[in-house]
């Protein structure tokens, strides 16, 4: 593993053989390796278009039942975290709402649908509130939905008080 390198006639150091780039290359994977391991979340993201004129009616059942159900699955630990987020008008309008799920990872994930079936049970029994007694194939259409998974994420860091 050492070798010795003769410095003047007599004399003698040990020093590691040079391996800068291997040794790089090798330090570079093991950290791509930990930040996909640390990276595991899972978000479903579902874009809903609301019906013209149904927009109380959309905004009302998000309110009163999809944000409620996320927040008790907060809670209970099946969602890491939600947003809905309104889409800005633009000349294709193929959406109004991108409705985020974040799951901890893909095993939380994959147990969703059953974790949150005892979720709308438990919060509305007699199934979901709705504005003008409109069933939500009413007053929206989902337009289609994607499961991503981050490849990197910025850490935000609170300011102590």
Not at 42 to 63: C, H, Q, S, W
Not at 84 to 101: C, G, H, M, R, Y
Request: aromatic share 12%; with cysteine; hydrophobic share 40%.
């Amino acid at each position: 593993m050492y070798k010795k390198k003769l410095t003047s006639p007599g004399t003698s150091i040990m020093h590691r053989p040079r391996c800068g780039l291997a040794h790089f290359i090798f330090l570079f994977f093991i950290q791509l390796s930990a930040v996909a391991q640390s990276n595991t979340t899972v978000t479903l993201m579902d874009f809903v278009k609301i019906k013209p004129g149904k927009t109380a009616e959309a905004m009302f059942f998000y309110e009163n039942n999809w944000k409620p159900y996320r927040d008790l699955a907060i809670k209970k630990g099946v969602i890491q975290s939600y947003q809905i987020v309104k889409a800005q008008p633009d000349s294709v309008n193929n959406f109004d709402l991108i409705l985020i799920t974040v799951y901890k990872d893909s095993v939380q994930f994959s147990k969703s649908e059953e974790n949150f079936r005892s979720i709308l049970t438990a919060l509305r029994p007699n199934g979901p509130l709705l504005l003008n007694d409109l069933k939500p194939t009413d007053f929206r259409q989902n337009v289609f939905a994607r499961v991503v998974r981050p490849l990197y994420i910025s850490s935000i860091k609170k300011k102590r008080k």
